[in-house]
C-alpha cells in the first residue's frame, strides 16, 4: 500500500511536526520526499501562529541520505533534470535552515549523507544515544555540496575536512562532541526529551526567538546568498552525471567494490 512520503500537522500550540515517511528505504530521499519536503516548509514560512518545528524519521532510521535508486536514475538524465533535482534537494535544506521558528529534529537509528544536513539546519539536535551518523557521499562518488554550508556551521570546518573526506561512520557520542547533536538520551525517552525541549523554547518570546534566529545567520557559513546557493546545486549536479559518481553509483548497485580511477 502506497504512502505519503512526508507527514505535517500542526497542533492546537501552534507546534508543527515533520514526520520523513518513508521507512522502507530508511526515509531516504527522493524527488517525491523532496518536493513534499519543499511545499510543506514554503507553507510555514510565513503561516500565523506557529511556534515551533519537530522534525523526526519514522521507523528505525532518521534518514540514510538519498535513495541511491533514484540517484542513479536521475544521474542517466539530462543536465536541466539533474540542476532541478538539486535545486529542490538545496531549497528544502535552505528553508529548513532559514524557517523562522525554532527546530527541533530528533534522530533515531541512521543519519547519513542528506540526513546529516537536514540535523545540521535545525536548530535543536536531540538524538538517541544508539544513533549512527556519515556524511557518506564520497562513498559513492558524490559530492555534500549543498550540505557543506550547513555542516561547517554546525561541526566546524575542521570537522567537516575529517568526516566529509573519510565517508566513515561516527556515532552519537562523537556526534555529540563535534556539535552535530546537543542531547543524547536512550532511545525510548526520544520523543519525551523532544516534548521538554519544546516546552522550553515555547516559554520564549517567538518574536525574540525569530529575529536571534535570523541574526545567527547572518554570520553563518549556511546563510549562503541565492546566487552561492545556486551554485552549489550546479556543481551538486554536475558531479552527479560524472565518470567517478558512475562507478561509484554501479559499485552500490552491484554491490562490489569501486573501482576508482586516478583523477586527470
Not at 538520551?185 to 523532544?194: N, Q, S, Y
Amino acid at each position: 500500500m502506497s504512502h505519503p512520503p512526508l507527514l505535517s500537522s500542526v497542533d492546537p500550540r501552534g507546534v508543527v511536526s515533520i514526520v520523513l515517511n518513508r521507512p522502507e528505504v530508511g526515509n531516504a530521499y527522493n524527488g517525491e520526499l523532496i518536493r513534499a519536503l519543499v511545499g510543506a516548509l514554503a507553507s510555514l514560512a510565513s503561516a500565523p501562529g506557529l511556534r515551533a518545528l519537530i522534525l523526526t524519521g519514522n521507523g528505525r532510521h532518521f534518514q540514510a541520505g538519498a535513495d541511491l535508486k533514484w540517484v542513479s536514475a536521475i544521474a542517466g538524465g539530462s543536465l536541466a533534470d539533474n540542476v532541478e533535482a538539486s535545486r529542490a534537494t538545496a531549497d528544502a535544506v535552505d528553508r529548513l535552515n532559514r524557517l523562522p521558528i525554532p527546530t527541533v529534529a530528533l534522530v533515531q537509528g541512521g543519519c547519513f549523507g542528506g540526513g546529516t544536513g537536514l540535523v545540521a539546519a535545525c536548530d535543536v539536535v536531540i538524538a538517541a544515544d544508539d544513533a549512527i551518523f556519515s556524511i557518506a557521499e564520497v562513498r559513492w562518488g558524490l559530492t555534500a555540496a549543498i550540505i557543506i554550508p550547513q555542516l561547517a556551521d554546525a561541526i566546524s570546518v575542521r570537522q567537516v575536512r575529517r568526516y566529509a573526506l573519510t565517508g566513515e561512520r561516527f556515532g552519537a557520542a562523537e556526534a555529540l562532541r563535534v556539535g552535530l547533536v546537543h542531547k543524547l538520551v536512550p532511545r525510548a525517552e526520544l520523543a519525551a526529551a523532544g516534548e521538554a525541549m519544546i516546552a522550553t523554547l515555547l516559554g520564549n518570546g517567538p518574536a525574540a526567538m525569530a529575529e536571534t534566529k535570523a541574526l545567527a545567520l547572518k554570520s553563518a557559513w549556511g546563510g549562503v546568498p541565492p546566487e552561492t546557493l545556486e551554485a552549489l546545486a550546479l556543481g551538486h549536479a554536475q558531479k552527479r552525471r560524472s565518470q567517478e559518481a558512475r562507478e561509484g553509483l554501479a559499485s552500490f548497485l552491484e554491490k562490489r567494490d569501486a573501482r576508482w580511477a586516478p583523477p586527470a
